[in-house]
């Protein structure tokens, strides 16, 4: 990974610095975020999609005050997905015109809020939504600009896109029966919505540029169609995020460039023979931008050997600071950063201290056989959907986030404590 780095006398540092340091300091189970790669990566988007294009970091992926100032000092617009994550962008100075706020039921409080402060746009998940968000708009006394989320009849996971069963699902407006193109026709006729384009997001982690090719063409179909019902060419498309990172070695992820010039060449080929002008893109990357940025760093407290089985390691953290191994069955990769060892590899289990068989941290993993309690693990590419989708089961503390650049590490999310959670219990 490009976070941490291993040198020729085995010492492991994060941005220049010696992790065992970094434990010392901070305490484990933490996330250490690499600052640098994270702006980076912010840029490589950037420079993808060019001057004519919005990049929208996905909020949801991994959001505080830091991330958001990040975001702007390096021109990233912002999607949230809640009042929670609206309240922190706004908070830490996100401009509300760059922010597009999602949701497939958005609060009454949640479109109120973001129609006062005036966001860039709503995207509008259904019909009800429509004239909800229309008749906050027309009570506020304002016109707000929206997209409408389309379903496209593309399913993308992982390796594959499958166009199957698609619309079986909570999110969008499905392109199928015509269920857009009325959308369409009845936003145009709200007085308090301007309908500025059309959104798609076919999924997460997906390394196939295929579902999103089929993705941007049947949006631009969808564009065409209005044309030639209404006499009007919406200006905008946006086609989600969901490109994927590497998690281990099998995985092979696409660049930021590759999916700009896909999709860039895609719409413009598809506009050129309807005859319609090039609108203007967006997407929303989150876990491309914040994943591979960031690593847990565990200490082991047990090692027990299952004969002819396998070694399980416990680490101090578990399913409260990544649930995802538990939920989607997600793949990690962990090495042991403490030391270096020439003991022969053991297949390891690594699992975390929570009250479930479930709670395991790295499926299957090669550990040298001398791991011991003590010994400092680092698991990567934690950076999105970890510490957002961090619980407090069994009571847990839920891990700070530290910042990490140029040989200095900052906290910008802290470690929760006991006061935390009792402050919340008023029995
Ligand atoms: N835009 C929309 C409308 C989305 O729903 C999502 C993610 C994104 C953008 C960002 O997708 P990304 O580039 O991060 O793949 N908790 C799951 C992922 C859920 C993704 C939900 N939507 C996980 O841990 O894999």
């Given at each position: 990974?490009?976070?941490?780095?291993?040198?020729?006398?085995?010492?492991?540092?994060?941005?220049?610095?010696?992790?065992?340091?970094?434990?010392?300091?901070?305490?484990?189970?933490?996330?250490?975020?690499?600052?640098?790669?994270?702006?980076?990566?912010?840029?490589?988007?950037?420079?993808?999609?060019?001057?004519?294009?919005?990049?929208?970091?996905?909020?949801?992926?991994?959001?505080?005050?830091?991330?958001?100032?990040?975001?702007?000092?390096?021109?990233?617009?912002?999607?949230?997905?809640?009042?929670?994550?609206?309240?922190?962008?706004?908070?830490?100075?996100?401009?509300?015109?760059?922010?597009?706020?999602?949701?497939?039921?958005?609060?009454?409080?949640?479109?109120?809020?973001?129609?006062?402060?005036?966001?860039?746009?709503?995207?509008?998940?259904?019909?009800?939504?429509?004239?909800?968000?229309?008749?906050?708009?027309?009570?506020?006394?304002?016109?707000?600009?929206?997209?409408?989320?389309?379903?496209?009849?593309?399913?993308?996971?992982?390796?594959?896109?499958?166009?199957?069963?698609?619309?079986?699902?909570?999110?969008?407006?499905?392109?199928?029966?015509?269920?857009?193109?009325?959308?369409?026709?009845?936003?145009?006729?709200?007085?308090?919505?301007?309908?500025?384009?059309?959104?798609?997001?076919?999924?997460?982690?997906?390394?196939?540029?295929?579902?999103?090719?089929?993705?941007?063409?049947?949006?631009?179909?969808?564009?065409?169609?209005?044309?030639?019902?209404?006499?009007?060419?919406?200006?905008?498309?946006?086609?989600?995020?969901?490109?994927?990172?590497?998690?281990?070695?099998?995985?092979?992820?696409?660049?930021?460039?590759?999916?700009?010039?896909?999709?860039?060449?895609?719409?413009?080929?598809?506009?050129?023979?309807?005859?319609?002008?090039?609108?203007?893109?967006?997407?929303?990357?989150?876990?491309?931008?914040?994943?591979?940025?960031?690593?847990?760093?565990?200490?082991?407290?047990?090692?027990?050997?299952?004969?002819?089985?396998?070694?399980?390691?416990?680490?101090?953290?578990?399913?409260?600071?990544?649930?995802?191994?538990?939920?989607?069955d997600a793949e990690y990769s962990v090495a042991l950063v403490s030391r270096t060892s020439d003991a022969e590899p053991m297949l390891s289990r690594v699992?975390?201290?929570?009250?479930?068989?479930?709670?395991?941290?790295?499926?299957?993993?090669?550990?040298?056989?001398?791991?011991?309690?003590?010994?400092?693990?680092?698991?990567?590419?934690?950076?999105?959907?970890?510490?957002?989708?961090?619980?407090?089961?069994?009571?847990?503390?839920?891990?700070?986030?530290?910042?990490?650049?140029?040989?200095?590490?900052?906290?910008?999310?802290?470690?929760?404590?006991?006061?935390?959670?009792?402050?919340?219990?008023?029995?």
């Amino acid at each position: 990974s490009r976070t941490v780095q291993r040198d020729a006398d085995g010492v492991v540092t994060v941005g220049g610095l010696d992790v065992a340091a970094l434990a010392a300091e901070f305490g484990t189970p933490a996330y250490f975020l690499d600052e640098d790669d994270f702006r980076a990566r912010c840029r490589a988007w950037k420079d993808a999609f060019g001057p004519g294009a919005d990049v929208f970091y996905a909020g949801k992926a991994f959001l505080s005050r830091a991330i958001v100032r990040w975001l702007h000092e390096e021109g990233l617009n912002l999607d949230v997905c809640s009042g929670g994550e609206l309240a922190t962008a706004l908070a830490a100075g996100m401009p509300p015109e760059q922010i597009a706020l999602h949701g497939n039921n958005k609060s009454t409080e949640e479109i109120t809020r973001a129609v006062e402060v005036g966001v860039g746009r709503i995207v509008l998940d259904s019909f009800q939504e429509m004239v909800r968000v229309a008749h906050v708009a027309e009570r506020l006394g304002k016109r707000q600009r929206v997209q409408i989320r389309v379903t496209v009849g593309v399913e993308a996971h992982t390796h594959e896109f499958i166009a199957t069963a698609h619309e079986d699902q909570k999110f969008g407006i499905a392109l199928a029966g015509g269920q857009a193109a009325e959308a369409v026709r009845r936003a145009l006729k709200l007085d308090g919505l301007e309908l500025i384009g059309i959104h798609s997001h076919i999924g997460s982690q997906i390394f196939d540029m295929a579902g999103f090719e089929v993705s941007a063409r049947r949006v631009v179909q969808l564009l065409t169609e209005v044309r030639d019902e209404h006499g009007i060419e919406l200006p905008e498309i946006d086609l989600g995020g969901g490109l994927g990172i590497a998690y281990t070695s099998d995985d092979d992820p696409r660049e930021p460039h590759e999916i700009a010039t896909a999709l860039g060449e895609i719409v413009r080929r598809e506009c050129e023979s309807a005859g319609l002008r090039m609108p203007r893109l967006s997407v929303e990357p989150g876990r491309a931008i914040v994943g591979p940025t960031a690593f847990t760093l565990y200490e082991v407290g047990t090692v027990k050997e299952l004969e002819g089985l396998r070694t399980y390691v416990s680490v101090d953290g578990g399913m409260s600071d990544n649930i995802r191994t538990a939920l989607y069955d997600a793949e990690y990769s962990v090495a042991l950063v403490s030391r270096t060892s020439d003991a022969e590899p053991m297949l390891s289990r690594v699992v975390g201290k929570h009250c479930e068989s479930g709670d395991i941290v790295v499926r299957d993993a090669f550990l040298p056989a001398d791991v011991a309690p003590g010994d400092l693990l680092a698991v990567p590419a934690t950076g999105a959907y970890c510490r957002s989708m961090a619980s407090n089961y069994n009571h847990s503390l839920r891990p700070p986030v530290v910042a990490v650049k140029d040989g200095a590490a900052r906290v910008i999310v802290r470690r929760e404590t006991e006061e935390d959670l009792l402050r919340l219990d008023v029995g």
